[in-house]
């Protein structure tokens, strides 16, 4: 069945640069997307960015000069890549498959000094 | 930006009883194509969402029939017939018609 499982660390410091991993299974990336939405804690839902089942990539513009998304198809995995943390980025980061029908558990991060 | 606006609950909710939420965008999101491009989801306590409508009326696979989608290009309702338990949580309606994709701010359900 689909699954997606993120992955990355819990705790960074202010201006690193965080990196997570989205791992998928039971879909191909060359056939769904996969988005990332963060969720700030106990607020709303934010989308970030989606890399397409082509290959290419849309940002929210609010995080566009800091953040990356990629994949590994060998692999099934989809990478996000952002820098210059600050706490402001802390929450839960969620992957999910495209049309968002199928979401990770997600990822607490906590940008703190 | 595409602005959603959600609004609020009487809450709680008595169980059997329906609920309704509304969500508005700042703008329509009818397409050219027909297709209303506005979902819906639910996040349970301590769960990631779940995708409970798209299209702005077509219910995700598995997804209970008391749960049913309505609106115009910008007005929404997302109805839920006979509430139980297991509907509590946060409802959001999400438009995908433009980039940045964005959701409305969230609709907290409790059950009596």
């Known amino acids: 069945q689909v699954q997606l499982e993120e992955s990355g660390p819990g705790l960074m410091q202010p201006s690193e640069t965080l990196s997570l991993t989205c791992t998928v299974s039971g879909f191909s990336l060359t056939s769904n997307g996969v988005g990332w939405v963060r969720q700030p804690l106990g607020k709303g839902l934010v989308w970030m960015g989606t890399i397409w089942a082509g290959g290419s990539t849309n940002y929210n513009s609010a995080v566009q000069s800091r953040l990356s998304i990629s994949r590994d198809t060998s692999k099934s995995q989809v990478f996000l890549k952002m820098n210059s943390l600050q706490p402001e980025d802390t929450g839960t980061y969620y992957c999910a498959r495209v049309p968002f029908d199928y979401w990770g558990q997600g990822v607490m991060v906590t940008v703190s000094s | 930006d595409i602005v959603m606006t959600q609004g609020a609950l009487p809450n709680p909710v008595p169980s059997g009883e329906s609920a309704s939420i509304t969500c508005q965008s700042s703008k329509s999101l009818l397409h050219s194509n027909g297709k209303t491009y506005l979902n819906w989801y639910l996040q349970r306590p301590g769960q990631s969402p779940q995708l409970l409508i798209y299209?702005?009326?077509t219910r995700a696979s598995g997804v209970s029939d008391r749960f049913s989608g309505s609106g115009s290009g910008t007005d929404f309702t997302l109805k839920i017939s006979s509430v139980e338990a297991e509907d509590v949580g946060v409802y959001y309606c999400q438009q995908f018609l433009e980039y940045p994709l964005t959701f409305g701010s969230g609709t907290k359900l409790e059950i009596k």
């Open positions: 299209w702005m009326s």
